[in-house]
């Protein structure tokens, strides 16, 4: 593929940091003596070790020399034992056909990125010159909206139902080009379809195999590249997990967003971006100059994720997952005894989100932003998750990741009986 026709003009302009070149060198040659980097003297940082207690009581300690180099610079792709334990894990889940391409073909690479919401923020500032064409599922995650819309780019929606995009709508939506154009300079055909596959945000749809499969030959026959946010992969509540885009990606035109958010910890602030090497160094081109993530957040989930293995690590989101689907299940037995015959709703088969369509109105902005706070119940109006933001709709986000089943019962009961005095 022809990866520089995807670049933005800012991106196209990054050149590589000098810095970055030598200090990689000499992390090659232990020996060298560094009188190169501007690196702090490890000898007199404050913090000399730590331990942390894990849920089943044992420990994770971080001595001297880890501590000396957990304060420290490292590299920006990431540090090298956490890269390969990721590596590991994107062939043993997805197996990408890119892992055997050549560097130019597409080569599967990986970078380490301050959670995916920084991943996908440099993903877009690779990609989007102003006035470029884009594909966003709709309704779409609103950190995305929020990262694209200033960008100036065209934000063309495409349909969903309960199973996330609809694929002939993407086909309609794509019939406005030839495939061929795909071949000309500087042709305005969409650069990338952004989706969330599973437990969608907001709508918690999760898209099968079939409609992955046809998406993806979309994606080839107009060139475009998919984004393939996932956070809530590993909270796929059906035994058999829907292969991921990556792990069909032939042609190295899929970059996935994966993070520990959901799993682990949002706080640490830790994800990773896997895609064609040509795009990925060009992301971390930008994390040279911007946000690199933290060699101590970095060291610690290496030292638990090492400690765990996969199998220790599938097992632990193997609980969480189970987890969230009996708070999915607590939630739906709230709606279904308050809610019925107010509102509808799909069942997830993912995620953390209910997505509610009120009945009987056309606006639920009101009710959500002022109504249902003073009644003291937070949900976030679908609003929030349109690419035009102005225009009403009945729908609201409910989540079901954080309140206990109670909770839920109680907020459900409130916005019945608002639902009733407003409708
Ligand atoms: C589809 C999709 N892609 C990327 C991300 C970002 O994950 P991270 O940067 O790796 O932590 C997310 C996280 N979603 C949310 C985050 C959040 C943070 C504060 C307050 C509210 C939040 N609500 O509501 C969210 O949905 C997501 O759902």
């Not at 590596?87 to 890119?98: A, C, R, V």
């Not at 989007?128 to 884009?134: A, E, K, L, R, S």
């Not at 946000?291 to 970095?298: D, E, G, M, P, R």
Request: glycine share 6%; net charge neutral; hydrophobic share 40%.
């Amino acid at each position: 593929m022809d990866y520089s026709q995807f670049l933005s003009v800012v991106s196209a302009a990054r050149e590589e940091n000098l810095t970055e070149v030598i200090g990689s060198l000499a992390q090659k040659n232990p020996s060298v003596i560094m009188i190169s980097g501007g690196l702090p003297n490890p000898n007199y940082f404050p913090f000399k070790t730590a331990s942390f207690t894990l849920e089943d009581g044992t420990t994770i300690e971080i001595g001297e020399a880890l501590m000396k180099r957990a304060l420290q610079y490292s590299s920006t792709k990431g540090i090298p034992e956490f890269l390969s334990w990721l590596k590991d894990l994107q062939m043993s889940l997805h197996n990408p056909p890119t892992a055997k391409y050549s560097p130019d073909q597409g080569q599967m690479e990986i970078c380490v990125t301050t959670g995916s919401q920084d991943g996908l923020s440099k993903v877009f500032d690779m990609l989007v010159n102003p006035g470029d064409n884009v594909l966003l599922e709709d309704p779409s995650y609103s950190r995305t909206l929020s990262a694209l819309k200033p960008l100036g780019c065209n934000i063309i929606k495409v349909p969903t139902d309960k199973h996330g995009i609809i694929p002939e709508a993407l086909k309609e939506i794509l019939s406005r080009w030839r495939p061929e154009d795909a071949k000309k300079l500087n042709n305005n055909l969409p650069k990338f379809l952004y989706t969330v596959p599973n437990g969608s945000n907001p709508s918690g749809t999760s898209l099968t195999a079939d409609c992955k499969k046809k998406i993806y030959q979309l994606a080839r026959c107009y060139d475009f590249l998919i984004i393939e946010d996932d956070p809530y992969y590993f909270l796929q509540f059906e035994k058999t997990k829907a292969p991921s885009f990556l792990s069909m990606d032939v042609d190295g035109r899929v970059i996935r967003c994966d993070t520990f958010s959901k799993i682990i910890s949002a706080g640490l602030r830790l994800g990773f971006l896997t895609g064609p090497k040509p795009l990925i160094d060009r992301v971390i081109l930008h994390m040279q100059s911007s946000t690199i993530a933290s060699t101590f957040t970095q060291i610690l989930m290496s030292e638990l994720l090492h400690k765990w293995g996969q199998k220790g690590f599938l097992e632990h989101v193997d609980r969480i997952m189970e987890f969230y689907r009996t708070q999915r299940d607590a939630m739906l037995a709230a709606a279904d005894k308050w809610l019925k015959g107010l509102a509808e709703w799909n069942i997830p088969t993912a995620g953390m989100f209910l997505w509610i369509k009120i009945k009987g109105i056309s606006n639920a902005y009101q009710m959500i932003m002022e109504n249902a706070l003073e009644r003291g119940v937070a949900l976030v109006p679908g609003q929030s998750f349109s690419i035009d933001s102005s225009a009403p709709t009945p729908y609201v986000r409910a989540s079901y990741s954080f309140a206990s089943p109670d909770q839920m019962d109680q907020a459900f009961q409130k916005l019945a009986e608002l639902i009733k005095e407003t409708v």
